[in-house]
């Protein structure tokens, strides 16, 4: 059973570029949640999605957005990009429904020069 | 709100011998859920044991056991027989029943010695 695949693995963007990246959820699982992850603020939550609707938002600017296709599979992107938003990107997918384990990508590794 | 206390930065183990990782939680939800993952220094997130706040069981994944202490709000993670391979960072976490935000502690980072 093939697991969470984040791609891309490692990304380096410019000050002011705007990036995209793809989650592809582990089969059956309709619920996809995004996570940052740095140094100094630890793991935050972005976003969920759940059957192509955005459920849950975390308190990140309009910059970070996302989306969920019909296939689950989902894609986050970040606009006019700041040095502040180096961070690894972390992926997670469940089944979405009451006490369900979330399970995790390897994570995209962002570097903002 | 929720929030989850890791108090242990850094803890170190010898090879085969048991280690605890503190976790501290709180919320004013009736229904939650517990979480351990792992994280290696490659960075994916390792799902490692789960414990629901009606278990009446601590919950035990092989190697790993929960001990959950619900009145402490604690949740506690111990590793039996440690493995050079255990060596990662260690976060616990919880969310809400029905909502699949994960709320992250700060982690510890366990050294597992020869």
């Known amino acids: 059973k093939a697991g969470v695949t984040q791609t891309p693995r490692y990304l380096i963007k410019t000050r002011g570029q705007q990036v995209t990246l793809s989650c592809s959820p582990i089969?059956?699982?309709?619920?996809v949640s995004w996570y940052q992850q740095t140094p100094g603020q630890g793991l935050q939550f972005l976003f969920e999605?759940?059957?192509?609707?955005?459920?849950n938002k975390g308190n990140f600017p309009g910059r970070f957005s996302g989306r969920q296709f019909s296939n689950s599979r989902s894609e986050m992107n970040v606009s006019t990009l700041e040095l502040g938003d180096s961070a690894l990107y972390l992926c997670?997918?469940?089944?979405?429904?009451?006490?369900?384990?979330?399970?995790f990508g390897q994570g995209t590794r962002l570097t903002v020069v | 709100a929720q929030k989850i206390t890791q108090t242990q930065p850094g803890m170190f183990v010898q090879e085969k011998e048991a280690v605890t990782l503190d976790c501290t939680y709180d919320?004013?939800?009736?229904?939650?859920?517990l979480f351990w993952y792992k994280q290696p220094s490659s960075g994916e997130m390792i799902f490692l044991i789960y414990?629901?706040?009606?278990?009446?069981q601590n919950a035990t994944e092989g190697r790993y056991s929960l001990n959950f202490q619900k009145a402490r709000k604690s949740a506690n993670l111990v590793i039996s027989a440690s493995q050079l391979g255990d060596s990662a960072m260690y976060f616990c976490?919880?969310?809400?029943?029905?909502?699949?935000?994960?709320?992250f502690g700060t982690g510890t980072r366990l050294l597992v010695s020869p």
């Open positions: 997670a997918s469940s089944f979405g429904g009451p006490d369900t384990e979330a399970f």
């Open positions: 089969s059956g699982h309709r619920s």
């Open positions: 999605y759940f059957s192509e609707t955005q459920r």
């Open positions: 919320t004013s939800d009736p229904s939650y859920g």
């Open positions: 414990q629901g706040s009606y278990d009446q």
């Open positions: 976490a919880m969310k809400n029943t029905g909502f699949q935000k994960l709320v």
